[in-house]
């Protein structure tokens, strides 16, 4: 089964790790900015990530087939520091026009502090004026309830965000209900340790449903497996879920709403396949 993985930190993983998931069924990544392990201290060391992230992942994720995509931010960790988060939002449109950025992402909250709300606001702001989607971090652990409540609260205060165009990430049970209630997209991480298992994810799919859901590996740093979709495909089998369900969340979801951003070129994988064949019989 063909499957996107609608957030995974491939820059932190190894070549192989495309590999291993190109040959799992991987098609298409996207590769939200997130934390590099330590505060970084300038704008242009984000201008050098940001071009990591949109000019030399791309080119390594299609060595081997996978279809690579990407979203902008300062992220939560760094918000504190609010003069510098200023200084990366206003560079941030130096990429929006650049192929496969999809928006603005993964912006959040990581304490609940004071700053990282004002900097969750900014960068709503700058999506709301470049008319870009957006994709939240939610909190960990014991802050995810409240964090989830905040965020939530603050984008509905904005009467210019649609929630058809906000991806609400990390969800668990306790918050999986109020981010669907108020339109959001929501997508459960799976993590060997924190946030999902797949057997919880599947759970939580058999509770709420399979509109506007999916799953992803958020593969980075820390303990985390890039491959953790498939092993989510394996538990829905092993449960006697369908093919077309299971289809539906772990590709036809990621690929519905990422096709809200005009940069979101994929090629579906039955389309490929057709076009290599049809250059095959002409040689």
């Given at each position: 089964m063909y499957f996107f993985d609608p957030h995974v930190h491939m820059i932190s993983r190894v070549t192989d790790d495309y590999e291993r998931m190109a040959r799992m069924g991987c098609v298409g990544v996207s590769e939200p900015a997130f934390w590099a392990g330590f505060d970084r201290g300038s704008v242009d060391g984000f201008r050098d990530y940001f071009r990591q992230l949109t000019e030399f992942e791309p080119t390594r994720a299609g060595w081997s087939g996978v279809q690579h995509f990407t979203w902008l931010c300062i992220n939560a960790k760094e918000a504190e520091n609010v003069e510098l988060s200023r200084e990366v939002i206003a560079m941030?449109?130096?990429?929006?026009?650049?192929?496969?950025?999809?928006?603005?992402?993964?912006?959040?909250l990581n304490k609940n502090t004071k700053n990282e709300c004002t900097i969750f606001r900014e960068?709503?702001?700058l999506a709301m004026k470049t008319n870009e989607q957006i994709l939240i971090h939610t909190p960990h652990l014991d802050d995810k309830l409240k964090g989830t409540r905040m965020i939530i609260d603050m984008l509905l205060e904005d009467d210019r965000v649609d929630p058809n165009r906000v991806l609400i990430d990390h969800v668990e049970e306790h918050t999986v209900g109020a981010a669907r209630e108020e339109g959001f997209w929501c997508a459960m991480t799976l993590y060997p340790v924190t946030k999902c298992t797949p057997s919880r994810a599947a759970d939580i799919i058999e509770m709420y449903g399979d509109d506007r859901i999916m799953v992803n590996s958020a593969g980075d740093w820390g303990p985390?497996?890039?491959?953790?979709?498939?092993?989510?495909?394996?538990?829905?089998?092993?449960?006697?879920?369908?093919?077309?369900?299971?289809?539906?969340?772990?590709y036809d979801n990621p690929v519905e709403f990422f096709s809200g951003s005009d940069r979101f070129e994929f090629t579906p994988p039955d389309t490929l396949w057709e076009t290599s064949r049809a250059a095959a019989d002409t040689d």
């Open positions: 941030i449109p130096e990429f929006l026009g650049n192929p496969g950025v999809l928006g603005i992402g993964e912006i959040g960068h709503v702001d985390s497996n890039p491959t953790a979709v498939p092993d989510f495909i394996m538990e829905m089998r092993r449960r006697g879920h369908s093919e077309k369900k299971i289809k539906k969340i772990v």
